[in-house]
T-cell receptor, first 112, second 112 residues
Framework: AQSVTQPDIHITVSEGASLELRCNYSYGATPYLFWYVQSPGQGLQLLLKYFSGDTLVQGIKGFEAEFKRSQSSFNLRKPSVHWSDAAEYFCAVGDSGYALNFGKGTSLLVTP | EAGVAQSPRYKIIEKRQSVAFWCNPISGHATLYWYQQILGQGPKLLIQFQNNGVVDDSQLPKDRFSAERLKGVDSTLKIQPAKLEDSAVYLC??????????FGPGTRLTVT
């Protein structure tokens, strides 16, 4: 059965610092991988997705993620964090029926 | 383009009462999902519709939860009777046969 693990429950970074959120997946076939962001009281917004091809994918709001098959990872990165990036971030893997299996999320706090 | 609409946004009920949530997907989207997001966890798929047919309801607690999607457009999710552990945010998402799901703002349910 496929699963997603986000090892970090909370992460705190200073504004302007770089960010990396970790995501590990377990899936038998080629995975379809996603990162979503959820701000308080808001629905989920898609940041980026990986289906195939270039393993470094660019998303919205300056985010990028790198797919590493050998490590079963799909980590999210941003070179310089803004205070508005404070939110909950979810990694997800898509199954054959297009439904998504989500990790438990990482809560990002940005300090001045 | 209008997004996924959900109502109500908030609901407080007592245990053993019933409650219903409504979702209007993006126009033309054939696939509709209901997810349950318990505090501190990622969304969990409850049910997936393709047009007005059920694709996957394996994680829907059918003794108390029911869902329908009449005419392949709007959908309602009902809980009867509610339990304390049903307190969660209920998210509706839609897509047009792809992995790019669009989420509504959710309905926050509190069962007391």
């Amino acid at each position: 059965a496929q699963s997603v693990t986000q090892p970090d429950i909370h992460i705190t970074v200073s504004e302007g610092a770089s960010l990396e959120l970790r995501c590990n997946y377990s899936y038998g076939a080629t995975p379809y991988l996603f990162w979503y962001v959820q701000s308080p009281g808001q629905g989920l917004q898609l940041l980026l997705k990986y289906f195939s091809g270039d393993t470094l994918v660019q998303g919205i709001k300056g985010f990028e993620a790198e797919f590493k098959r050998s490590q079963s990872s799909f980590n999210l990165r941003k070179p310089s964090v803004h205070w508005s990036d404070a939110a909950e971030y979810f990694c997800a893997v898509g199954d054959s029926g297009y439904a998504l299996n989500f990790g438990k999320g990482t809560s990002l706090l940005v300090t001045p | 383009e209008a997004g996924v609409a959900q109502s109500p946004r908030y609901k407080i009920i007592e245990k053993r009462q019933s409650v219903a949530f409504w979702c209007n997907p993006i126009s033309g989207h054939a696939t509709l999902y209901w997810y349950q997001q318990i505090l501190g966890q990622g969304p969990k798929l409850l049910i997936q519709f393709q047009n007005n047919g059920v694709v996957d309801d394996s994680q829907l607690p059918k003794d108390r939860f029911s869902a329908e999607r009449l005419k392949g457009v709007d959908s309602t999710l009902k809980i009867q009777p509610a339990k304390l552990e049903d307190s969660a945010v209920y998210l509706c998402a839609s897509t047009n046969v792809s992995y790019e799901q669009y989420f509504g703002p959710g309905t926050r349910l509190t069962v007391t």
